[in-house]
Each structure stands twice: as C-alpha cells, then as structure tokens.
Nanobody
C-alpha cells in the first residue's frame, strides 16, 4: 500500500490550494483515504476523509465549508481542495489510507502548506 501527497506550497490568506494523494496497492472498495495536518509544535489532527466506494465524506469542523475532498477513480487519486485559506491552516498535510471504519495505517510523507497574511 502506498500513498503519495503532492501540491503543497505558499499561498496568501484567502487563497486556494489543491492537494493530491496518489494511492496504490489495495482494493479500493473497502478503503478510505484521510487527510490530516500537523502544525509546528502541535499534534497531528484530522482534516477530512472519503470512503472510496461510496464517496462518503466527513470533515473537521475547522474546515467545513472551505475544504472539499473528492476522488478520481480513473487516476486512483484523492484531491483536497482548500479554499478561503487562513493562517491557522498552515501545517504539514498528510494523506493516509485505511479500511473504512478502522485506523489509517498507511501514511504519506507529507506536504507543506503555508498560508501567509
């Protein structure tokens, strides 16, 4: 199982970024992809997740209405569209894979997102 993030960078407050997670090595039907983030000096926190087979999504309250997670079955990728970015969204963002309803056991290397005011 492998997940690889891409798409981080530097953006101004109010701007947008799109992160991608390329997934491989598992049977997608029973799996979920999650996005997490870790700010400097803080614990890693949940951001969003999507169930591969049913497009079921779930978001942390802090990003509801601003972030959207989707998946492209043809490309085996999951995208996290981040809009109306705030300084507090600055963090390393991680993509993770796991069986729906269970833990996320497979993690990517992370990608830095920096939101400047």
């Amino acid at each position: 199982v492998q997940v690889v993030e891409s798409g981080g960078g530097l953006v101004q407050t109010g701007g947008s970024l799109r992160l991608s997670c390329a997934a491989s090595g598992f049977t997608f039907d029973y799996w979920a992809i999650g996005w997490f983030r870790q700010a400097p000096g803080k614990e890693r926190k949940f951001v969003a997740r999507i169930r591969w087979s049913r497009h079921t999504t779930y978001y942390a309250d802090s990003v509801k209405g601003r972030f959207a997670v989707s998946r492209d079955a043809a490309k085996n990728t999951v995208t996290l569209q981040m809009n109306s970015l705030k300084a507090e969204d600055t963090a390393v963002y991680y993509c993770a894979a796991g069986i729906w309803g269970s833990s996320f056991n497979y993690w990517g290397q992370g990608t830095q997102v920096t939101v400047s005011s």
